[in-house]
């Protein structure tokens, strides 16, 4: 069977950048309320940046070997306000062995994010609208957990079988 018989190329073009962009955006971490780095040159500043993304890999998992990366703060520069930092990794494997860490992160201020395209942020909120409504209606033990990637709502495993006397509940709700 022929691509085309099926589905026209408007259609699949989409759906093949969609793709690209999430396979692209997998090297990807980003920092927020890391703070500015102070140098005279743009070589400098990256410099520091580099040393302090790398010093705050360590601070959360010191046994991973530190992967050479890129960064780059998104935005203007304005004075008194923190920008974002992109970090950019060789591999996937080297972003998610800092992204699998970030909840030692919880008391630092500091908070990292994977790279979204806008479909997946689309989704997400819509995820996030729903657990709202959820526990607006009065549903309990219910949180966003992700699955190979995709957010999901499920219950809480450890609340509803001490609940539940020892039932075995499902992972998706």
């Known amino acids: 069977m022929v691509l085309s018989d099926t589905v026209s190329q408007p259609e699949v073009e989409p759906g093949i950048y969609e793709l690209q962009k999430r396979e692209r955006g997998k090297v990807n971490v980003f920092i927020f309320a890391l703070n500015e780095t102070e140098a005279d040159t743009r070589e400098g500043r990256m410099e520091k940046e580099i040393k302090a993304v790398r010093d705050l890999r360590k601070s959360v998992n010191p046994n991973t070997p530190l992967a050479d990366i890129n960064t780059l703060r998104l935005g203007q520069f304005t004075p008194g306000k923190v920008r974002p930092v992109k970090v950019i990794f060789n591999t996937e494997v080297d972003a998610l062995s800092i992204l699998r860490f970030k909840s030692k992160l919880d008391r630092t201020g500091k908070y990292l994010k994977y790279d979204q395209t806008k479909a997946q942020r689309a989704y997400l909120g819509k995820v996030i609208r729903e657990l709202e409504e959820r526990t607006a209606n009065g549903e309990i033990n219910i949180k966003i957990k992700y699955h190979n990637g995709t957010p999901k709502i499920v219950k809480f495993r450890e609340a509803?079988?001490?609940?539940?006397?020892?039932?075995?509940?499902?992972?998706?709700?």
């Open 160 to 173: 509803m079988a001490n609940a539940g006397g020892g039932q075995k509940i499902p992972n998706n709700v």
